[in-house]
T-cell receptor, first 118, second 113 residues
Framework: AQSVTQLDSHVSVSEGTPVLLRCNYSSSYSPSLFWYVQHPNKGLQLLLKYTSAATLVKGINGFEAEFKKSETSFHLTKPSAHMSDAAEYFC????????????????FGSGTRLSIRP | KAGVTQTPRYLIKTRGQQVTLSCSPISGHRSVSWYQQTPGQGLQFLFEYFSETQRNKGNFPGRFSGRQFSNSRSEMNVSTLELGDSALYLC????????????FGSGTQLSVL
């Protein structure tokens, strides 16, 4: 069975410093991995997704994530935090079976709240 | 291209009442999924519809139901509301292909008093 663990419920960084949000996953097959962001009173927005094309995935707003199979990790990073990055971040995993997949196969982590200090 | 639209944005109901939430997916998307989001349980999958058929259902009681219309718009209904149903209900649409990314609406915040 697949699962995802976000190792930090809350991360606080100063503006202009690097961001690291940690995610470990468990999957029986070659997984697809996602990072979503949720700003207050908004729905989730896809930041990036990994589907085995390249281990380093670049997303929107300067975020990127690296897939490390040996460590079963998919950590999200950004070189320099901006005040607008303050939000809740969700890591998600989906087992790819080929053909039409289902949203029910996408498992979300519990979320990491990112705070940015001025 | 318009995004996923959910109405209403906020709802306040009392225990025992029923409620209907609406979701209009992105034009051309045939798959609509519903999620319940609470601080304690996080994001939990409710059900998914594809071309007017329920494709999957999560572990929620029968009080939670839904449907999808021929134009892909979807409604979710909760009958006999309980205090624990207070949550943000999110709708997401996708084109339904393998590992297709989900596009979320802003949600309906339901408060049950």
């Amino acid at each position: 069975a697949q699962s995802v663990t976000q190792l930090d419920s809350h991360v606080s960084v100063s503006e202009g410093t690097p961001v690291l949000l940690r995610c470990n996953y468990s999957s029986s097959y070659s997984p697809s991995l996602f990072w979503y962001v949720q700003h207050p009173n908004k729905g989730l927005q896809l930041l990036l997704k990994y589907t085995s094309a390249a281990t380093l995935v670049k997303g929107i707003n300067g975020f990127e994530a690296e897939f490390k199979k040996s460590e079963t990790s998919f950590h999200l990073t950004k070189p320099s935090a901006h005040m607008s990055d303050a939000a809740e971040y969700f890591c998600a995993v989906s087992d790819g079976f080929g053909g039409y997949s289902s949203a029910s196969k996408i498992i979300f982590g519990s979320g990491t709240r990112l705070s940015i200090r001025p | 291209k318009a995004g996923v639209t959910q109405t209403p944005r906020y709802l306040i109901k009392t225990r025992g009442q029923q409620v209907t939430l609406s979701c209009s997916p992105i034009s051309g998307h045939r798959s609509v999924s519903w999620y319940q989001q609470t601080p304690g349980q996080g994001l939990q999958f409710l059900f998914e519809y594809f071309s007017e058929t329920q494709r999957n259902k999560g572990n929620f009681p029968g009080r939670f139901s839904g449907r999808q219309f021929s134009n892909s718009r979807s409604e979710m209904n909760v009958s006999t509301l309980e205090l624990g149903d207070s949550a943000l209900y999110l709708c997401a649409s996708s084109a339904g292909r393998e590992n297709e990314k989900l596009f979320f609406g802003s949600g309906t915040q339901l408060s049950v008093l």
